[in-house]
């Protein structure tokens, strides 16, 4: 009884995740990345492609954020809402301490991605454990989220990025080919997982008469 | 009787009742929930999840706002601050009880 409200709350805000859809969405983002790092690879240095991928890439990313997020909250009202209920999230403002919060986890990570390339300047075998890194980068998002929501399939997609990781050192992959192989792969990875969970989802749920949203 | 014992008779025993307890904790996840949402989480039918969530209402805990999505008509139901507050004490009160035994 005592860790009734505590499943209820873990399980209600883990409802975003039930259809797969965010997933989808971030692994097509993924895909993109990696599509991005490929044509770089083939394209000649000081060309317009290469400066529009260097400078316009982020508007891109941007615009397909904004593109896809918008997808997604229509589908969740066509296809989820109708079927399981529809919820809305609290948003909280932000306050002093989530503002420092947030501000160190930027400086953190700016000082660790300088160590990191300081790192990789002066230590060139470091090289090799680049795919570690890149694998860690799967890990260091969905194993919080796992733990958070209760979902295990999370928890696979986190190995699989630390398996990716591995396997690109053992047969030394790097540079531009770790970039491409690690978003193309991982990104297809959260696609099946997404699809996955949203045919399923479809399957077992109805939007039948006798759902109705009335009292 | 102990103190805690004492502490855990003094829970509010609205939203003790399990039923109640669980449309709660949904309620207090979010900002609102639909009464088909409630309805699935909690695997109550149409009349017994009507009749808490009327409960609660009337002991100013729970919002409820029937309104329109389209042409579809739409129950949407809220924790209100007294309700979030209450909760959260409850919460305060369960876990001090259960850290004790």
Not at chain 2, 21 to 45: G, H, N, P, Q
Not at chain 2, 52 to 57: A, T
Request: aromatic content about 14%; hydrophobic content about 45%.
């Amino acid at each position: 009884m005592s860790d009734l409200p505590e499943r209820a709350i873990r399980r209600t805000r883990s409802y975003w995740y039930i259809d797969g859809l965010a997933e989808i969405n971030f692994g097509f983002l993924l895909i993109l990345l990696g599509l991005k790092f490929f044509v770089q690879t083939s394209t000649p240095p000081g060309s317009k492609l290469e400066n529009l991928l260097n400078y316009g890439f982020l508007v891109i990313v941007i615009g397909f954020v904004f593109t896809t997020s918008w997808l997604v909250r229509v589908a969740k009202e066509r296809f989820t809402y109708p079927r399981t209920g529809f919820i809305s999230y609290r948003r909280k403002p932000m306050d002093l301490r989530a503002w420092v919060f947030t501000v160190l986890i930027a400086l953190a990570s700016i000082l660790v991605g300088s160590v990191l390339y300081a790192l990789f300047q002066v230590w060139q075998s470091a090289l090799d454990w680049l795919p570690i890194f890149q694998g860690f980068f799967g890990v260091a998002i969905f194993l919080p989220l796992a733990y958070l929501n209760g979902l295990r399939r999370f928890y696979l997609l986190a190995a699989f990025s630390a398996l990716l990781g591995i396997l690109f050192a053992l047969v030394e992959v790097t540079g531009w080919s770790l970039m491409v192989l690690y978003y193309g792969l991982f990104g297809g990875g959260l696609v099946v997982s997404g699809g996955i969970t949203l045919w399923t989802y479809m399957t077992q749920t109805s939007t039948t008469q006798e759902e109705s949203n009335e009292p | 009787m102990s103190h805690d014992l004492r502490d855990l008779v003094r829970v509010d025993r609205l939203i003790h009742e399990p039923a109640r307890l669980m449309i709660v904790a949904i309620l207090y996840a979010v900002k609102s929930a639909d009464f088909l949402y409630l309805r699935r989480e909690t695997d109550l039918t149409k009349g017994n999840l009507s009749s808490h969530l009327s409960k609660l209402e009337q002991a100013g805990y729970v919002e409820i706002e029937k309104t329109y999505k389209g042409k579809i008509p739409l129950t949407v139901c809220c924790l209100t601050e007294t309700g979030r507050k209450t909760f959260e004490e409850y919460r305060q009160q369960l876990k001090k009880f259960v850290e004790n035994t």
